[in-house]
């Protein structure tokens, strides 16, 4: 069982530097969420989305962009990178409605921006 | 803003003690969730609790709530050096649109010796 899969593992950038984090997941669910974490400062939400053609800003979403064209898919797109951009960053997943909204994480992508 | 606080920030045990971390948050919430990090790797969830409940059970883990304190704490009994990693509760705030928003603390880290 893949469950969310998100590629690649490490990436460095050049600033000014574009790229497309990627994440999958295989459990059919609604939710899906991008965080930052950075030393000392836990998780914060970039942007998430609640189905497919849905997405809202999370708490840090400047210089990021997210769509969602399938139910599967939650691409992340750094359009123009910056130092401050470096971090790990983790893709979670978690299915809708009234029962436990669980998140289940990627492994997450360790982003160097140089 | 980050939602959850947690201390402490660092616990070191001998195996066969028991854990207790705590976290507080600001806002009013529709549950509360730990999960854990091992180094380098993605979240796992651990137990999650309503608002409505005070106390959850799950294995060696116990979580309390007290939402008139905004307060929550966890409790790893007869703890084992596998348990050595960061904990971090995270907030699902009250209300149908933060649905699969989660805001986390800042994690505690927790070094078991064996």
């Known amino acids: 069982n893949a469950g969310v899969t998100q590629t690649p593992k490490f990436q460095v950038l050049k600033t000014g530097q574009s790229m497309t984090l990627q994440c999958a997941q295989d459990?059919?669910?609604?939710?899906m969420s991008w965080y930052r974490q950075d030393p000392g400062m836990g998780l914060r939400l970039i942007h998430y989305s609640v189905g497919a053609g849905i997405t809202d800003q999370g708490e840090v979403p400047n210089g990021y962009n997210v769509s969602r064209s399938t139910t599967e898919d939650f691409p992340l797109r750094l359009l123009s990178a910056a130092p401050s951009q470096t971090s790990v960053y983790f893709c979670?997943?978690?299915?809708?409605?009234?029962?436990?909204?669980?998140?289940?994480f990627g492994q997450g992508t360790r982003l160097t921006v140089v | 803003s980050q939602q959850g606080e947690e201390d402490p920030q660092a616990l070191s045990i001998q195996e066969g003690e028991n854990a207790t971390m705590n976290c507080s948050y600001k806002?009013?919430?529709?549950?509360l969730q730990w999960y854990r990090q091992n180094s380098g790797r993605g979240l796992v969830h651990l137990i999650l609790?309503?608002?409505?409940?005070r106390e959850k059970h799950s294995g060696r883990l116990r979580v309390t709530l007290d939402t008139s304190k905004k307060s929550s704490s966890l409790l790893i009994t007869a703890s084992r050096a596998a348990d050595t990693a960061s904990y971090f509760c995270?907030?699902?705030?009250?209300?149908?649109?933060?649905?699969?928003?989660?805001?986390f603390g800042q994690g505690t880290i927790l070094t078991v010796h064996p």
């Open positions: 806002t009013s919430i529709n549950n």
């Open positions: 995270a907030t699902e705030r009250a209300g149908g649109t933060s649905y699969g928003k989660l805001t």
């Open positions: 609790i309503r608002s409505n409940e």
């Open positions: 459990m059919n669910h609604e939710y």
């Open positions: 979670a997943s978690s299915p809708a409605g009234q029962g436990a909204r669980v998140a289940f």
